[in-house]
């Protein structure tokens, strides 16, 4: 397994800039009108010409409740009837896209994000997924990655019977913190009963992976209350754990106005937080996988790392990165091939567009040899925290260290502050600098001095 992380403070200091999450390259900021549906109609023939298998993300925008952090699209509403029209626009997508797809085509990875996808009553649950696999050719016998995004507040065991029976086999739980207080600062009361008792439903049920989100920097938070909410989630002992730092930018997301800037942590109890989380969770036996994820060593991630087999995209780190990728619903995002598309952020457009025949896309971007190139090398880094530059070179027809000549001093003074090791042969990202991988990334994007700094969090 990879050298355990190395804490080094003062590089953290130096380096805690804001960048790119990099779940794709290049990001979404980058997107434009300028790719619209027609090329994701090419882009689904090529799809189906080649018979690449499928990865499909479908997102359920509504929530019962405002959670005052969040910067998700979603819909909040109490009343459940709003999902009916939407699901009608949801179901007719699904039969356009999958009309120009062939069903040799296997759905490898499913996954219901939001919003809240437990909003939707045991009724729509069953027709979606009815949809679904009427439409598309999903995995029987349990061997897909089906995932679905639960708020413990909006599901119980018979919800969790459901999902098992219509084929999920893997769940994600938002708690993001158990200390009262700060639940009450962020408008999301949720006990550790309630998260508890869909944990031992999961396992009981013979889910295969429990994943559970946590964020650092809430209004509130301590480093010793911080710490108390991760030892009780070890004690749950899910399969992947992700610590989220809170990037608090009110004037891009209105919820996070209701949030009082005089109570979040200072930045260096924020530090404190993350260092010792990691720690707990290291000393639980987690593996650092990067970018804020942690796994079990034997959960399928930590064992893809290990093989040189992780991938990153718009669901994170998957290793399903050898699947095209269609994102169904507001706002959702493709990437097939070299596009990347997303569907309208706006409910209304989005179902004003599925009424007039025409396809959701609002926006995209169609990958360059350049952006293929630098897509690769991210992709390497982020992923494997190592680069071979002879696979690039052999891959593209290039000279590394000449095609990023530009860069190679920058690369040189990171690995003289002890980020990177750097040789003729490539690179590997030491344990000091795994926290700051996306720093060592945003060396190779092309993008990022066009992009405002302020769209983005900061790398811890």
């Not at 979040?264 to 993350?274: I, Y």
């Not at 860069?407 to 990177?420: E, T, Y």
């Not at 000091?432 to 900061?458: I, K, P, T, W």
Request: a negative charge; one cysteine or more.
């Amino acid at each position: 397994m990879l050298e355990a992380i190395h804490w080094d403070a003062d590089l953290i200091r130096r380096y805690d800039h804001p960048g790119p999450r990099y779940t794709s390259y290049p990001t979404a900021l980058q997107f434009s009108d300028k790719v619209a549906g027609n090329a994701l109609v090419h882009a689904l023939a090529e799809s189906r010409k080649a018979l690449r298998p499928l990865s499909v993300y479908v997102h359920v925008p509504f929530c019962a409740n405002i959670c005052y952090y969040c910067g998700c699209n979603k819909v909040i509403t109490k009343d459940r009837g709003r999902a009916v029209p939407y699901l009608q626009r949801l179901h007719e997508e699904i039969s356009r896209i999958a009309s120009q797809l062939d069903r040799r085509q296997v759905v490898e990875q499913l996954h219901f994000g939001g919003g809240t996808p437990t909003f939707l009553g045991h009724t729509e649950l069953r027709e979606l997924m009815r949809q679904l696999r009427e439409n598309f050719t999903l995995l029987d016998g349990d061997s897909g990655d089906y995932g679905i995004e639960i708020d413990p507040r909006e599901a119980d065991w018979s919800t969790m019977g459901l999902l098992r029976e219509l084929g999920f086999n893997r769940v994600s739980l938002g708690v993001q913190d158990l200390d009262p207080q700060v639940q009450q600062a962020v408008n999301r009361l949720q006990s550790f009963e309630q998260t508890r008792a869909i944990v031992e439903a999961a396992w009981t049920l013979q889910f295969r992976s429990v994943n559970i989100d946590l964020i650092y920097g809430l209004p509130k938070q301590t480093p010793d209350r911080f710490a108390q909410t991760v030892e009780k989630v070890i004690e749950l002992q899910p399969d992947r754990l992700s610590l989220f730092n809170y990037a608090h930018l009110p004037e891009r997301f209105m919820p996070q106005r209701r949030i009082s800037a005089e109570d979040l942590p200072s930045p260096v109890a924020k530090l404190e937080m993350l260092q010792r989380s990691i720690e707990q969770l290291t000393d639980a036996g987690y593996v650092y996988i990067g970018m804020d994820h942690f796994a079990l060593p034997d959960d399928e991630l930590a064992v893809a790392q290990e093989d040189g087999m992780l991938r990153r995209n718009f669901q994170g780190y998957t290793t399903h990165g050898h699947c095209d990728l269609v994102g169904l619903g507001v706002s959702a995002i493709s990437q097939l091939g070299d596009l990347y598309c997303q569907n309208s952020s706006d409910l209304s457009r989005y179902i004003a567009a599925i009424d007039e025949g025409h396809s959701a896309v609002e926006r995209g971007l169609l990958c360059n040899e350049d952006d293929r190139i630098r897509r690769a090398v991210i992709q390497h880094l982020i992923c494997a925290f190592r680069l071979d530059f002879s696979l690039i070179e052999s891959t593209f027809n290039i000279e590394f260290r000449g095609y990023f000549s530009e860069v190679w001093p920058q690369l040189q003074q990171f690995a003289r502050d002890g980020l990177i090791s750097l040789n003729d042969k490539g690179i590997e990202v030491l344990p000091a600098g795994r926290l700051l991988v996306r720093s060592v990334c945003m060396l190779f994007d092309h993008y990022l001095s066009e992009q405002n700094s302020q769209r983005f969090s900061r790398v811890i």
